[in-house]
């Protein structure tokens, strides 16, 4: 028995065109499942790398800050499993930065990123969750937080905010969805090389400062994802749930 085997199920993966949602799509491709990607930019180098596997690849074009309200991601999710024929796991991961002083900080710099990093995580799991149910064994949900749900952070107070808030909306989701036999849980990336970070890793005093600081010295890589969310993906993982796995190379624990 491999229980971190995902044949036959459907994962759904927002933001997979690149960095860190790239590497998990393909990480649950290679554990044996179809990948449905929802983006607003083209993913075809993610589809190569997932059809090359053996793997089936279909994408849906939505801009998650624009349609972030409860009736656009809920035909979203319909049109996925139209098109899949089920789903089984939802990887909440597509999500921007802002970065502005506190005392500059924008009406737009807060809304955009609250829409898709908090906001959208919420329908997108109510819409999926309503497919778990209906389909009857179960599901797993997958949130993407940050270091920043346990730090404060520097010039993104939007970005701290809704990381924060994912990992409380990933305790509640757990406690209201764990009797339909849906686990939800979140994987917190440390420092990862994506364009996320770019600035960061440009700034030399930033990024060496960062590098002194990371146990494992080095930057996180988009590979480095696919382990853990296989796990909460899989059965491996079947009693765990409300829980945020930091996969940070020790940051937190230095
Ligand atoms: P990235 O910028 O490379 O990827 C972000 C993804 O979100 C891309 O696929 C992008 O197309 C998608 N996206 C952005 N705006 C969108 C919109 N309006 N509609 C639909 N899709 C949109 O960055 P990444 O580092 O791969 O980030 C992935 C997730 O990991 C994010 O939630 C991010 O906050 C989180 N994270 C990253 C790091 C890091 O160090 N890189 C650390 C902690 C958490």
């Known amino acids: 028995m491999n229980m971190f085997d995902l044949s036959g199920k459907v994962a759904i993966v927002t933001g997979c065109d690149t960095g860190l949602?790239?590497?998990?799509?393909?990480?649950?491709?290679?554990?044996?499942?179809?990948?449905?990607?929802?983006?607003?930019?083209?993913?075809?180098?993610?589809?190569?790398?997932?059809?090359?596997?053996?793997?089936?690849?279909?994408?849906?074009?939505?801009?998650?800050?624009?349609?972030?309200?409860?009736?656009a991601l809920t035909a979203l999710v319909d049109q996925a499993v139209t098109e899949m024929g089920r789903v089984d796991i939802l990887?909440?991961?597509?999500?921007i930065i802002r970065r502005e002083d506190l005392l500059d900080f924008s009406d737009d710099n807060w809304d955009d990123v609250i829409a898709i990093n908090q906001k959208a995580v919420v329908f997108l799991s109510q819409a999926v969750a309503k497919?778990?149910?209906?389909q009857?064994?179960?599901?797993?949900?997958?949130?993407?937080?940050?270091?920043?749900?346990?730090?404060?952070?520097?010039?993104?107070?939007s970005y701290t905010a809704s990381k924060s808030a994912v990992m409380g909306i990933t305790r509640a989701l757990a406690t209201e969805l764990s009797p339909h036999n849906i686990t939800v849980?979140?994987?917190?990336?440390?420092?990862?090389?994506?364009?996320?970070?770019?600035?960061?890793?440009?700034?030399?005093?930033?990024?060496?400062?960062?590098?002194?600081?990371?146990?494992?010295?080095?930057?996180?890589?988009?590979?480095?994802?696919?382990?853990?969310?296989?796990?909460?993906?899989?059965?491996?993982s079947d009693y765990v749930t409300g829980y945020t796995l930091a996969v940070d190379g020790g940051w937190l624990a230095r």
Not at 91 to 95: L, M
Not at 136 to 157: E, P, T, Y
């Open 21 to 71: 949602g790239q590497g998990m799509a393909v990480g649950l491709a290679e554990a044996g499942a179809d990948i449905l990607g929802i983006g607003y930019v083209p993913a075809e180098e993610t589809r190569e790398k997932v059809e090359a596997l053996g793997r089936k690849f279909h994408y849906i074009t939505a801009n998650l800050i624009d349609d972030s309200n409860k009736k």
């Open 91 to 95: 990887v909440n991961n597509a999500g």
């Open 131 to 134: 497919h778990f149910i209906a």
């Open 136 to 157: 009857g064994n179960g599901g797993k949900i997958i949130n993407i937080a940050s270091m920043l749900s346990f730090q404060g952070g520097i010039r993104v107070i």
């Open 185 to 236: 849980n979140a994987i917190a990336p440390g420092y990862m090389a994506t364009n996320n970070t770019q600035a960061l890793r440009e700034d030399q005093e930033r990024n060496k400062a960062i590098l002194e600081r990371i146990p494992a010295g080095r930057w996180g890589l988009p590979a480095d994802m696919a382990g853990p969310v296989i796990f909460l993906a899989s059965p491996a």
